[in-house]
């Protein structure tokens, strides 16, 4: 009876080790998959609640040179409920323009010429708060003569764009 009761001890002394090197060698990938599912979770809620509108338009093809490139403005809606920081609009946003068929990357300058943009906002704070309006201007050789239409897409680092075609004016 007595070699019974060693055996059953021994074989349950077995099965709590077993148990306990499961759990610790299961939990770890359990939490770091929770871990992976929440921020993913919040990703794509950012990115559901990020939301603008292009509201107005403005070309002029200027000389097309070099020393007088082509201006235009765009003027865009934060109609989302998700607030964007100006600092991931000109660390990160992508401009292109041009004619819809021959049109160039953009990069973000303060004192912007050929081949940049800038952006101006009447925002008190370091974001496009929701229902705030944002003018993005931009100087290239790309702006078409008046005949041609211009192509406009701005994109944000979380995937979130708005493309348009209109007319130079004039």
Same mark, same amino acid.
């Given at each position: 009876?007595? &070699?019974?009761?060693?055996?059953? !001890?021994? %074989? ?6 077993? !148990? !306990?090197?499961?759990? @610790? &060698? ?5 939490? +770091?998959? *929770?871990?992976?599912?929440? *921020?993913?979770?919040?990703? &794509? =809620?950012?990115?559901?609640?990020? =939301? ?19 201006? &235009? ?7 989302? *409920?998700?607030?964007? !920081?100006?600092?991931?609009?000109? =660390? ?16 973000? *300058?303060? @004192?912007?010429?050929? +081949? ?7 925002? =008190? ?7 705030? $309006? ?12 008046? $005949? ?5 897409? %701005?994109?944000?680092?979380? +995937? ?11």
């Amino acid at each position: 009876m007595s &070699a019974e009761t060693i055996t059953t !001890a021994i %074989f349950l002394i077995t099965t709590v080790v077993a !148990a !306990a090197v499961l759990v @610790n &060698a299961i939990f770890p990938v359990i939490s +770091g998959m *929770s871990g992976t599912f929440s *921020s993913t979770t919040h990703q &794509a =809620d950012v990115q559901i609640r990020t =939301d603008f509108k292009i509201i107005a338009t403005l070309a002029m093809h200027n000389g097309g040179t070099t020393e007088d490139p082509g201006t &235009a403005h765009i003027w865009m809606k934060n109609i989302g *409920s998700e607030k964007i !920081a100006l600092e991931g609009i000109r =660390d990160s946003a992508t401009v292109l323009c041009g004619e819809p068929t021959d049109f160039t990357l953009l990069t973000y *300058s303060a @004192n912007p010429g050929n +081949g940049n943009w800038k952006y101006t906002i009447t925002s =008190d704070n370091e974001y496009w708060d929701p229902g705030e $309006s944002l003018e993005i201007t931009y100087y290239t050789t790309k702006i078409p003569t008046s $005949s041609n239409p211009v192509y406009f897409q %701005f994109a944000l680092a979380n +995937g979130v764009w708005r493309s348009t075609e209109f007319n130079v004016a004039g």
